[in-house]
């Protein structure tokens, strides 16, 4: 399993840091390019923009129809574009699938095809007036349209909240009056900046030849580029003075109920793996101690569970509530922080909770954007990893060790987003 799911690492003449992962078993090939930047009130908005103004059109490929008919030649090739936040770091990902050169009636170089579309479309753009002024309207109906979906809304503003004084606080789009202030000759200077002095990283899955696939990339990606060195100052703070408590009304139909903890614990602690078994136990499963006591037994949810921030050593609690039952959710919420804490689960949970994620990583590494994403978040925390040296880590985890993390685990805000 593990040369299935490792990748290997390379640096190519451009100073890019390539990783491969040589995998028979899928269909397809997949290359993934990130360019990472800090995340900043000053240039959240341009970044956020850049990927869907450089997605409109390049200087061999200038529509999305160019675009479009391109992919169709390489055999219905999927491309597409995202801005992703992972700690105190925003992401612009290009994704592009394409057929195992393999499967194809004729023998076609359809991945050196498809990196030179990859090429075209980051390293040789048009930055058209009309593309900035469209793709920055579109980023705006995106940014308000949040809103209508409570769940996330909710999510982002207990983060918001908790971290208004921290780059973390900055939603991963930027904002409405970052995007008014753009100009396509301000955005081409970001553009510039970033592509010549920041992390670069192209993550490749498939059945491919890595010596061959090091050659094309040499020959193709060729431009003046300079990757940093500590790129990610993500800072982790631990210590609450006093818990934050917000409460925010709109017209929903259930209230939201959002609780930020500090573990000081990111994904290249040694105490990473108890910190995810902790997770599993208060609710990140249906046996957690969250589905179990405050949706099934107290009927106080409709639905109930935990998640890990691992960049900037984060966790958050959420539940769907009646607001009548806030105080009573959130009192039984905290009394399975505390069980946890006390080390008051038996082995059953403990056994499940191992069965549980050890799956979960299996069936990352049956996906190519699993294994992708899987081995991004450990390159940009310092610690990368196969999804099998994680599943040993795991297996060694002792209950004692997810108590010390348990203690250390602290409540900083509470966010409700109540009904009018």
């Known amino acids: 399993m593990d040369k299935l799911t490792g990748f290997t690492g390379y640096k190519t003449a451009s100073n890019l840091d390539l990783y491969i992962c040589k995998n028979p078993k899928f269909k397809t090939n997949l290359i993934e390019l990130y360019l990472v930047h800090p995340l900043s009130r000053e240039d959240a908005s341009k970044t956020a923009l850049l990927p869907y103004v450089l997605y409109r059109g390049s200087k061999k490929y200038p529509t999305s129809r160019d675009i479009e008919r391109r992919l169709e030649e390489l055999y219905g090739a999927d491309l597409n574009v995202s801005v992703i936040k992972r700690g105190e770091l ?38 058209e007036d009309k593309y900035v002024e469209q793709e920055s309207e579109f980023l705006k109906k995106e940014i308000k349209s949040l809103v209508n979906d409570k769940y996330t809304y909710a999510i982002e503003r207990c983060y918001q909240e908790m971290c208004k004084e921290e780059p973390f606080g900055i939603y991963k789009l930027g904002t409405l009056s970052g995007l008014e202030e753009i100009t396509s000759e301000g955005l081409y200077q970001h553009y510039q900046k970033l592509i010549a002095q920041n992390q670069i990283y192209l993550l490749v899955v498939g059945a491919v030849d890595e010596k061959s696939l090091q050659e094309r990339i040499n020959e193709i990606f060729t431009f003046e580029h300079q990757q940093p060195g500590n790129f990610n100052q993500t800072r982790v703070r631990t210590g609450v003075d006093k818990v934050k408590e917000v409460v925010e009304s709109l017209n929903v139909q259930q209230g939201k109920l959002s609780l930020g903890f500090r573990t000081g614990i990111t994904r290249n602690s040694s105490q990473y793996y108890a910190l995810m078994f902790y997770n599993g136990l ?8 969250l589905f179990q006591n405050v949706r099934e037994k107290a009927s106080l949810a409709y639905y109930a569970n935990s998640r890990l921030e691992s960049t900037k050593g984060l966790m958050q609690i959420t539940s769907g509530i009646e607001s009548i ?64 040296e994680m599943i040993t880590e795991l297996e060694k985890v002792k209950r004692d060790e997810i108590i010390e993390v348990a203690r250390r685990i602290e409540l900083d805000t509470i966010y409700f987003l109540d009904k009018k």
């Open 282 to 289: 208060l609710g990140a499963f249906p046996h957690s101690k």
């Open 90 to 127: 925003q992401l612009i990902k290009f994704s592009l699938e394409l057929v195992n050169e393999g499967f194809l009636p004729e023998k076609e170089p359809l991945l050196e095809e498809g990196l030179k579309l990859l090429y075209e479309l980051v390293l040789n753009p048009l930055f």
């Open 325 to 388: 039952n806030y105080d009573r959710a959130k009192e039984i919420i905290l009394e399975q922080v505390d069980k946890l804490a006390q080390g008051e689960f038996n082995d059953d949970e403990f056994d499940w909770t191992r069965k549980a994620l050890i799956n979960h990583l299996k069936s990352s590494a049956d996906n190519n954007r699993g294994l992708t994403g899987h081995y991004l978040l450990g390159l940009i925390n310092g610690k990368p990893e196969s999804i099998r």
